[in-house]
């Protein structure tokens, strides 16, 4: 009994330990945005591959999926071939309002049909309002999914890397303002989640993307890094890559601020110096990597592709990608590394 009891508490501190507080901003398939905190635990996730244990530290953003049912797929397998065959008005009627009642986890049976070349059936001469497009149409409709919506959920690590398969959870339970309250996962669209490092040693690789991390774009421009700094603290980043800013003519950028313009053939630093240098000015141009330590911060301090400093405050470590003016059609994105001293 004794040894039963120590693996119990045993188990029980490790999964106590595995958990993070995490500032989350919960966005719902109705469109409001629900912003608080939670606690996480590192993530089970299934994939078509096996089963992953997904340390929730590196998870910055999870797309929930529509999800698969089995028993939802077979029921609609014969709701589909009812629309795919019959003439009749009044049965296909019947089969359509049972299909849209099956509610979203009936796409996946809807696009899985749409997939299989033997249900194309070129002699349905069927002209009226009860088709699968129809319910297809309908059922995203009543649960507000747009078009895009994956089936799984997707996860993205690090700010960097995508992932597919099922996260089961039922629900998220987040601490706002306004109290506490308990989100059903089939009522959420996505989740970003942001965990603080805490000071100390060690790198940490981001990507910053043109058609988002924009300093100019008061909607997620900036990357919360989730890495907190302290007053004095060492700490260096290192960017490459290449991005295509529609807002400046479809010029071309790199993270020293080095630029052609979409007719040339080579790049020119600013001011026409070395390019291996890049820049001495201080402040950032265009194209440049900048940061700011602190949520609160308006600061656009130049990074450019290399530096090496110290923080001047204590706070989390945001970067972004310099320009004033944000255009969705950017292009491209740059690879980041921040590097973490001792103070």
Same mark, same amino acid.
């Given at each position: 009994?004794?040894?039963?009891?120590?693996?119990?508490?045993?188990?029980i501190?490790?999964i106590?330990?595995a958990?993070k507080?995490?500032?989350?901003?919960?966005?719902?398939l109705?469109g409001?945005?629900i912003?608080?905190?939670?606690?996480l635990?590192d993530?089970?996730?299934?994939t078509?591959y096996?089963?992953?244990?997904?340390?929730?530290?590196?998870?910055?953003?999870i797309?929930i999926?529509i999800?698969?049912?089995n028993a939802?797929s077979e029921?609609a397998k014969?709701?589909?071939?009812?629309l &795919?065959t019959?003439?009749?008005?009044?049965t296909?009627?019947g089969?359509?309002?049972?299909?849209?009642?099956l509610?979203?986890k009936?796409?996946?049976a809807i696009q899985?049909?749409?997939?299989?070349p033997k249900?194309n059936n070129?002699?349905n001469?069927?002209t009226?309002?009860?088709?699968?497009?129809?319910?297809?149409?309908?059922?995203k409709?009543?649960?507000?999914?747009?078009?895009d919506?994956?089936?799984?959920?997707?996860l993205a690590? *690090?700010n960097?890397y995508?992932m597919g398969g099922n996260?089961?959870f039922?629900?998220?339970?987040?601490?706002?303002?306004?109290?506490?309250?308990?989100?059903?996962?089939?009522k959420?669209?996505s989740?970003?989640i942001s965990?603080a490092? *805490?000071?100390g040693?060690g790198e940490?690789?981001?990507?910053l993307i043109?058609?988002?991390h924009i300093?100019?774009n008061?909607?997620?421009?900036?990357l919360?890094?989730?890495v907190?700094?302290k007053?004095?603290?060492?700490?260096t980043?290192?960017?490459?890559?290449?991005?295509?800013l529609?807002?400046?003519?479809n010029?071309? $950028?790199?993270?020293?601020?080095?630029s052609?313009a *979409?007719?040339?053939?080579e790049f020119?630093?600013?001011?026409?110096?070395d390019?291996e240098?890049?820049?001495?000015y201080? $402040?950032?141009?265009?194209?440049?990597v900048?940061y700011?330590?602190g949520?609160?911060?308006? *600061?656009?301090?130049?990074?450019g592709?290399?530096?090496?400093g110290t923080?001047k405050?204590?706070g989390?470590?945001?970067?972004?990608?310099?320009e004033?003016?944000y255009?969705a059609?950017?292009k491209?994105a $740059?690879?980041?590394?921040?590097?973490?001293? &001792?103070k």
């Open positions: 009994m004794k040894k039963s009891t120590l693996l119990i508490l045993s188990l501190t490790s106590t330990f958990q507080q995490a500032d989350v901003s919960l966005e719902l109705d409001n945005l912003k608080g905190t939670t606690t635990s993530i089970d996730f299934v078509a096996g089963k992953l244990l997904i340390p929730i530290t590196k998870v910055s953003h797309d999926g999800g698969k049912d939802v029921k014969s709701y589909l071939k009812i &795919n019959s003439n009749s008005d009044d296909r009627k089969a359509y309002a049972d299909l849209i009642k509610g979203p009936a796409i996946n899985d049909f749409y997939n299989d249900n070129e002699e001469t069927y009226g309002e009860f088709t699968i497009d129809n319910a297809l149409s309908e059922i409709s009543n649960s507000n999914i747009t078009s919506a994956p089936i799984e959920d997707v690590l *690090e960097n995508t996260y089961n039922v629900k998220m339970d987040v601490k706002t303002e306004y109290g506490s309250l308990s989100v059903p996962k089939e959420i669209k989740v970003d965990i490092v *805490e000071p040693k940490f690789n981001f990507k043109a058609s988002k300093s100019g008061t909607n997620g421009g900036w919360k890094t989730n907190m700094l007053v004095g603290q060492r700490f980043i290192n960017a490459n890559g290449e991005v295509t529609a807002s400046l003519s010029s071309k $950028y790199k993270p020293d601020g080095s052609k *979409e007719s040339a053939t020119t630093s600013v001011g026409g110096g390019l240098t890049g820049s001495t201080s $402040y950032p141009s265009y194209g440049n900048v700011r330590i949520e609160n911060s308006t *600061e656009n301090l130049k990074a592709a290399k530096f090496n923080a405050t204590s989390m470590l945001l970067i972004s990608i310099y004033t003016v255009n059609s950017n491209g $740059y690879n980041v590394k921040v590097g973490l001293g &001792n």
